[in-house]
């Protein structure tokens, strides 16, 4: 089971066709927000499952604002974020201090991973037990790098890449096998 992760494209869908051509077959497409009609839209062009949440710029969607799958064993909440307090701006302590309540509520929630977006920023760690995933964004324009996720499952074992566009193609940013993560290089 391999799962591409989205959000923030905001109309970007050139880099998410692209990421999805560099890395299938995927069974799933999951979009996090604030673009949600275009992960959306390149799932059913390439008859791959899809689900998403809409975030604060997803106006008129049918899209809901949070989303729980189970997959193979494992909870996972989908949320886009803004209600968080998230900003990747902030400072470092108040990002952690944000990053921490957000793995609280959602273990409150029963939840082994919480999806989220809205940040702009990739994020893979694992707080109070929860892993929390920001697949970054592909928000057009020069401001910075195009990233996504990819989930994968084989038996019981997960595991997890943030990836960022370069010239020669995808490559890896942070990773992350069973409950640890490592940082590979920053995106930006």
């Known amino acids: 089971m391999r799962i591409a992760v989205f959000s923030d494209t905001h109309g970007n869908r050139r880099d998410l066709r692209d990421a999805l051509d560099a890395h299938c077959p995927v069974n799933m497409v999951l979009h ?7 992960g959306y839209e ?17 106006f008129g ?17 989908l949320t886009h974020g803004q209600e968080m307090d998230l900003n990747a701006y902030y400072p470092e302590d108040v990002w952690r201090r944000n990053l921490r309540e957000m793995a609280v509520w959602a273990k409150e ?28 964004d592909q928000y057009p324009g020069p401001a910075g790098t ?35 993560a490592s940082r590979i290089n920053r995106p930006r």
């Open 109 to 136: 929630r029963g939840a082994d991973m919480l999806l989220f977006g809205h940040a702009h920023r990739p994020v893979l760690e694992t707080i109070e037990g929860v892993i929390l995933l920001n697949p970054g």
């Open 42 to 58: 390149a799932a059913v062009q390439s008859g791959i499952e899809f689900q998403g949440v809409a975030g604060n710029g997803d």
């Open 146 to 180: 195009p990233t996504f996720a990819l989930l994968e499952w084989t038996k019981n074992h997960l595991a997890i890449q943030i990836k960022a566009r370069h010239a020669s193609g995808w490559r890896k940013i942070l990773e992350m096998t069973g409950r640890g």
């Open 32 to 38: 996090l927000g604030d673009g949600v009609l275009d």
């Open 61 to 77: 969607t049918a899209f809901p604002g949070r989303s729980r799958l189970e997959i193979k064993g494992w909870n996972i909440l």
